[in-house]
């Protein structure tokens, strides 16, 4: 093997490490849900988390929004605990007041 093949594999070696470097590289600054968040990026999020809270090692407590309206719920201990806005009892409507008989 004389000295020119030799470096020319030198330099395939380097090229190929540098490229095996470069996406490690870009893997770890994009992160490995990177295809995810390219394709979810033309679509339009209807949930999404506002602020989460550890209570204790197995209980945690989120507040998050679906379709505008904010709901809070009790995630541990291998149940989830949900509650929110109530609806609003509609309060019955009155009653038509009845024509008094004419005597």
Same mark, same amino acid.
């Given at each position: 093997?004389? &000295? /020119? #093949?030799?470096? =020319?594999?030198i330099? !395939? ?10 996406? !490690?590289?870009a893997l770890?600054r994009?992160?490995? @849900?990177a295809?995810?968040?390219? /394709? *979810?990026a033309?679509?339009? =999020?209807r949930m =999404?988390?506002?602020e *989460?809270?550890?209570?204790d090692p197995?209980?945690r407590?989120? &507040?998050f929004s679906?379709d505008?309206?904010?709901r809070?719920m009790?995630?541990g201990e291998?149940?989830?605990? @949900?509650?929110?806005? =109530?609806? /609003?009892?509609?309060?019955p !409507?009155p009653?038509a007041?009845?024509? #008094?008989?004419?005597?």
């Amino acid at each position: 093997m004389n &000295i /020119v #093949e030799f470096i =020319r594999a030198i330099a !395939a070696l380097a090229v190929t490490l540098g490229l095996i470097g470069l996406a !490690a590289y870009a893997l770890r600054r994009f992160g490995p @849900d990177a295809l995810t968040r390219l /394709v *979810s990026a033309h679509q339009v =999020r209807r949930m =999404r988390v506002v602020e *989460s809270l550890v209570l204790d090692p197995t209980r945690r407590l989120v &507040i998050f929004s679906l379709d505008g309206e904010e709901r809070l719920m009790l995630l541990g201990e291998g149940k989830l605990l @949900d509650w929110g806005p =109530r609806p /609003v009892p509609v309060p019955p !409507a009155p009653a038509a007041p009845t024509p #008094e008989p004419v005597a």
